[in-house]
């Protein structure tokens, strides 16, 4: 490995990261300022500025996931000042870019500048080994919403992609009753087997109130008012899909069920292990 | 259901889906006079020929996996003569065959006599439920030829397609520990993400001696002459890819390194539950 | 199930239940003022004090774990006002008695007024089931005090009774590697039949550095500054044994080495289904 | 380890075990004239009689298990002639016998001439051992005689002892469905906490017709008539215990319901394993 990076924002995953990075990479950081758990040490350098300097040494440049909340600054909460895209983007001319879930408009800049521009969000095995992290998450947030064990429980999963698989196993390794939930013939084979029980998603109905705990990872509506109203009042409900999720909060509130959200739990409940993850991909990526 | 069925030819999973089927269907046999398992029962009809009369009862007509041995005439170990396949396929015009592993030729002539064929060995949901009992039987083969347990051994097995995830996870489930070889990132992530550990299949090498047992999944060569040469002697492997499979026999035979094949599982080490997963599949058809 | 019971005092777990029992019982209370959590139903009877008229119509009385915290009352956080121990047991005469790690006194007093008492503390087939609820305990305790994750982690559980048998399936389930450390030969035949790694818990040394989380279930010292000087700094100590328990905590901090301690789990992290136990219990008692 | 070893008689395990030992001892054979499997190396010595000089290099002489069929000769299936044990034993006085399955009046004899006589069969780690080979030659067997899956099946085991709990935990791990029936409360307790269903072994009627197989582990008659009545005649009976073993074979036979007896496994299924066992067995008493 004998890459620089240029670390541009970035929450505690990104901190992490550099510190991981440093081990073996020469790493300039920049909108890190206020991070208190960088490392000191030789190969992590700080800049104040981004100039012709930085970027003659460096050819990867790693933003945050996401890169922007606002759309016209990257993501940096360790940051005493905002940092413009376009400013930076300007400056970066021909370089590499990785960061995560990047917007259209930025992508249309970044080629213009002819950067080549690699989304991590849309990186398959990063998105596996974030599962890893978001199934653990999922399963602390239940331990935690409970005054009952899950052991013995009986648990649905709506959903069998990428976080349905891992935490369903997970789960039955805690000695749970699994049951998943697909659309797709194929899914429903393979939930058998993986020695889980299946039901088809579009076809849930009384058997709904045997259930105490279902976990959503389905990113559209699957619980409305007509599904809540067979689930048994105790059941905890664990959203992990992003808006608008496949839960009826509202209904669910009126039938007096728990939701609980729980999203974006990678960087939550893991940040050491999802950087690690991350820098994985770039090594993977560069 | 009230759909009638005329089955012709096949083994002993053919005996067994005729028997399951006339629980609900009348079920219409020819080319299975041999076969002493079938049921007497007023839902099953033995014809002596198929003739006008059973081709106006029935208008699904299921045959064997595989559909032909030969390319001339249906495989139909439990019948007293040959049945071929123009003769049959000539009688049944504009009618449904469910069968399995059906060459071109004969789809072609279905094809001209308005045959609407589904080959059961396109079905991935048969596919996934067989990967079932394939692990089983890979498992059974594994016990019975080595006089070690399978509990604490090291277990490669190469290819991470249905049948590698399925028997990877049962293995686990007997205390052994599990080695997955991949090719691409994401199924090596995948790999990760259930348990076990991963290793680059087309960079295999001196870690290859610690494994006690190897089953192989990928239906093209892997282990050739030079991966052969880093294996423990005793190490035992299970060649579970059809022709011509991932093992180079010849040099392992040279290395005295032991060579188990066991292939077409399903039918041979459950019968019945294989016969209950076509049913399942032939029902989905319909 | 005809029986009446007289409650008094007791943390959440008593109160849950109070509740429970009163599907199916009478439950008189008393040192439960404070409790909101307390259903209203006609089978649950608020006690203004402890008269004839109560003791008449009640032969089983329920009191909490620990009995008492002080020696001198009993153990009642939900109370206006003490509860004097003596002054029960003298009005309690030839009742039976269930309560929770009960001293030696108190019973000396007990069986001089013809009580017949039940320490639930002594209760093998609690103290199991209790075990289940440790383990999801510290697990989550585990989860929420790392920023990694537990799946691939090196995990080592000193001990191998109850809670240490329980843990170790439930983070294999999870996906770590487990070592269980014991002393007995019985002991670590069980930990490999298990599937686990073992080791001796009186020989560890250099080894102990691989470990990401260490949890002790031994009530006496075990990880001492010989051990402790072994261990990797970002190592997690999680103490499940109560008092000494089997890490030397100040050595720990002198090592900077983080030590959580988790103790009383079953009540904390489900005291639902820990009253769901108890009530099994007292139902086998009785 | 500088010992030498006498071994006499036995049957495959044995000889395994003599090939064992030759790799960091002088191992002496008698009564192995016919095992081929035997190597050819310097630390084997076979020897043609039993003298002075044979028993002055040897103070610990290894004898099978069982030790004896007929209560006569040694048993020793790869001798040309017959071993009488008196003949052994008077020459062998103050020695260390390691043997299995002593009959009384033998430990008798060995005590009068002053032999130290250990019975592997009373000890605990290679019985706990053993039972993981059992377990897997049951499933072996389960897979051979079943022309069903394993996965998703009804099991029951009956008795929690150390063949049930490794027992259990492997068919789970095969996705099949667990229930385990005990007696004691406490057996009961760990049953749930290890996340199978439980049934009370005395109190087992009508939900018996749910198993597909049934394995027996108790010593005494458990499937009475009464009890096995009430089995679906599908179900797979396999007979874990020796004699009598838990099952009415012979009501089970008027029900038309098969019975397997699959005993004395380790020796069958996994000589190799079962020699590695003994063999440190034999170094943890020596």
């Known amino acids: 490995m004998d890459n620089n990076f240029l670390v541009i924002g970035g929450d505690l995953r990104i901190v992490k990261l550099v510190n991981m990075l440093s081990d073996k990479n020469i790493v300039y950081t920049y909108g890190l300022e206020k991070a208190k758990e960088i490392d000191s040490n030789k190969n992590i350098i700080k800049c104040k500025k981004i100039d012709e300097e930085v970027l003659q040494k460096n050819n990867v440049i790693i933003g945050p996931t996401p890169f922007s909340k606002d759309g016209l600054n990257i993501f940096a909460p360790y940051s005493n000042s905002k940092i413009n895209i376009k400013d930076v983007i300007g400056k970066c001319k021909d370089k590499n870019l990785i960061a995560g879930s990047i917007k ?32 653990e998450g999922a399963i602390e947030a239940a331990m935690k919403e409970t005054d009952t064990i899950i052991h013995g429980s009986n648990v649905l999963i709506l959903g069998f992609g990428r976080i349905g698989k891992v935490l369903a ?53 699957i619980l409305t008012k007509e599904k809540l109203k ?12 992003s808006n608008p999720g ?11 069920i728990k939701v609980v959200e729980a999203l974006a ?4 409940v893991a940040p050491t292990t999802t950087a690690e993850f991350i820098k994985e991909a770039i090594y993977d990526i560069i």
Chains 1, 2, 3, 4 share one sequence.
Request: hydrophobic letters at 40%; charged letters at 25%; a neutral charge.
């Open 104 to 135: 259209e408009d930025i992508l249309e800049i970044a080629k213009e500048n002819n950067i080549q521009v690699t989304d991590m969000i849309k990186n398959e095995k990063l998105a596996i080994l974030n599962s890893i992290s978001t199934a």
């Open 169 to 221: 196993k997970k789960l039955q390794g805690l000695s749970a009753h699994i049951t998943c939930a697909a659309r797709k013939q194929e899914d429903l084979a393979w939930i058998n087997a993986y020695g889980y029980n299946s039901i088809n998603i579009n076809k849930m109905g009384k058997e709904l109130e045997q259930f105490d705990i279902i976990f959503n990872t389905v990113p559209y509506l």
């Open 230 to 241: 067979y689930l048994n009042k105790k059941c905890l409900l664990i959203e992990l899909a």
């Open 246 to 256: 496949g839960i009826d909060r509202k209904e669910a509130e009126n039938y007096k």
């Open 265 to 268: 739990l990678p960087g939550k």
